[in-house]
């Protein structure tokens, strides 16, 4: 062997034992890769008027105070990554630590599916005690945030009290002067499909609760007779409403103080439904939660620990526009101007979690084949 030779093999054995040694202390009790992966949806704090400056509040300082690697993988909503962790379970791959976004419908998936390890943060006495029970009591999934599902309309084109004391049978009923020409208020709104979109399976759980608790009749009727525009994601429904196509859009309860904050503009208010005086409307809660069998799960838990922390609260106002799960957050002023659910009564009462985990695979075939019926 050559001289030039031995020292190519020489080099190539140090960097192999130095691998082996690095793998085995890496995967030695005690001694993991100081990283976390966390899976989230595409548009978490994205809504800020700096959403990179924001991102590194929250993902960039955390590993800068504690040297943490933070590797987020996005995904088009929660939905899909939880799919995406529970798949990789299945198969015996734990790859990511935490999934952010689990709300109120997808809990009972997850939880199911037993991919989730308990875990109390060690602030968990600044979260909510209301939200902690109306999401997961069991504490496998944590609250960060909460908003309404809404019906956001714009009063260029449909007066407020059109949209006063709304019930869904109104929207088939009632009509508005657009452009000269009568037009009900469902054919000039937008929805997103159940199927696919969290805001639009929202809508769809409040009605269907709202039937069921009036004693209404079937809701399918609704959407007979409605036959609104339904399409795949809030973004399509958006941009629908934002180009003055539809002029009301299933969206958040929060859109009019976004909408002051950005533009300075009450143009664009929101709505919920009234039955008996009272204001009805569906609460979405979104949450955190620990994977089983975590790669990384010391670090995780201290992640989740400074997600819920009031300096990353703080951000979830004017970023995820959202109202903070955090009790010590103070609301911006901007907020006058949202729906705050304290003042509504909650759809979510009238159904239970084992009814909608039990039944909503039901309704959404019903769903489905009701507006396959439509023109």
Not at 207 to 235: C, E, F, M
């Amino acid at each position: 062997m050559r001289p030039w030779q031995a020292t190519i093999v020489a080099i190539i054995l140090v960097a192999l034992v130095v691998s082996a040694v690095y793998a085995v202390y890496y995967s030695s009790p005690g001694h993991e890769e100081k990283k976390i992966v966390i899976y989230t949806y595409e548009s978490l704090l994205g809504w800020g008027k700096n959403p990179n400056e924001t991102w590194d509040q929250v993902f960039g300082e955390f590993e800068r105070s504690t040297g943490i690697k933070v590797e987020v993988v996005k995904f088009d909503d929660a939905g899909t990554a939880l799919t995406k962790a529970i798949e990789e379970a299945k198969a015996g791959r734990h790859y990511a630590d935490i999934v952010i976004g689990i709300d109120n419908i997808l809990v009972a998936k997850a939880k199911e599916s037993g991919i989730l390890e308990k875990y109390v943060p060690s602030n968990i006495n600044e979260i909510n005690k209301k939200l902690i029970q109306a999401l997961d009591p069991d504490g496998y999934v944590i609250p960060y945030d909460y908003g309404l599902i809404a019906l956001v309309y714009d009063t260029k084109y449909i007066p407020q009290t059109s949209m006063e004391n709304l019930t869904f049978q109104d929207l088939l009923t009632r009509t508005v002067n657009i452009n000269g020409k009568q037009v009900k208020l469902v054919n000039t709104l937008v929805t997103e499909d159940p199927r696919k979109s969290s805001t639009g399976l929202g809508f769809l759980l409040w009605q269907i609760a709202v039937y069921k608790h009036y004693n209404l009749g079937n809701w399918t009727d609704w959407w007979i007779r409605g036959n609104p525009r339904v399409v795949s994601s809030w973004g399509d429904a958006y941009d629908l409403f934002d180009k003055g196509d539809y002029h009301i859009v299933v969206s958040y309860g929060t859109d009019p103080a976004y909408s002051m904050y950005f533009y300075n503009t009450t143009r664009y208010k929101a709505s919920v439904v009234v039955y008996h005086g009272k204001p009805i409307a569906w609460l979405q809660i979104e949450g955190i939660a620990l994977l089983k069998d975590a790669p990384h799960k010391k670090y995780a838990e201290k992640f989740i620990d400074w997600f819920l922390s009031k300096h990353v609260q703080d951000l979830i106002p004017l970023n995820n526009w959202m109202y903070p799960a955090n009790i010590y957050v103070k609301l911006p002023d901007v907020y006058k101007y949202a729906i705050d659910p304290s003042n509504v009564e909650l759809a979510n009462l009238y159904l239970g979690n084992g009814e909608v985990q039990q039944n909503l695979e039901q309704w959404l075939d019903q769903w489905f084949e009701t507006i396959s019926t439509q023109g």
